[in-house]
């Protein structure tokens, strides 16, 4: 899968009170391409971080598709976070969106991922595939 190419996926086994499906997508650090991540993001995450992006457009600084990075919030308002983490992704209908997510949404991401490797071991592909994504 090429790295910020977002798509949906099914969740193989869902709890009790988990979505049915996610939105998949790689991304790596800007600091090196070995630091490449796989998240399972909830449409609502998706839609919550995309506001933050148009809404503080002067932290937003030129992104790269799949490459996340640490940006400060300029503007900080009395309970906002210091900073984000920010990326780009490419949305099923081949738009670029900015995403903004806080510290603490990236830690619930990360902790749905270590709880459905499952989804994320099904769906994501080697070196080889991604030359040709």
């Given at each position: 899968m090429a790295k910020g190419k977002m798509k949906?996926?099914?969740?193989?086994?869902?709890?009790?009170?988990?979505n049915e499906s996610y939105l998949f997508v790689k991304v790596e650090g800007s600091w090196s391409a070995q630091a490449e991540e796989y998240l399972l993001l909830t449409d609502h995450e998706?839609?919550?971080a995309s506001d933050r992006a148009s809404?503080?457009?002067e932290d937003v600084?030129?992104?790269?598709?799949g490459v996340f990075t640490r940006v400060?919030?300029?503007d900080k308002h009395?309970?906002?976070?210091?900073?984000?983490?920010?990326?780009?992704?490419?949305?099923?209908?081949?738009?670029?969106?900015?995403?903004m997510f806080t510290?603490?949404?990236?830690?619930?991401?990360?902790?749905?991922?270590?709880?459905?490797?499952?989804?994320v071991e099904a769906n994501k592909t080697g070196w080889l595939a991604d030359l040709f994504d």
């Open positions: 949906r996926v099914a969740n193989l086994d869902p709890q009790k009170w988990e998706v839609t919550e809404k503080n457009t600084p030129d992104l790269k598709r400060d919030n300029r009395a309970a906002a976070d210091d900073y984000y983490i920010a990326f780009q992704v490419r949305d099923a209908d081949g738009n670029d969106v900015d995403l510290e603490e949404a990236m830690d619930r991401i990360r902790k749905r991922v270590e709880a459905n490797a499952e989804d």
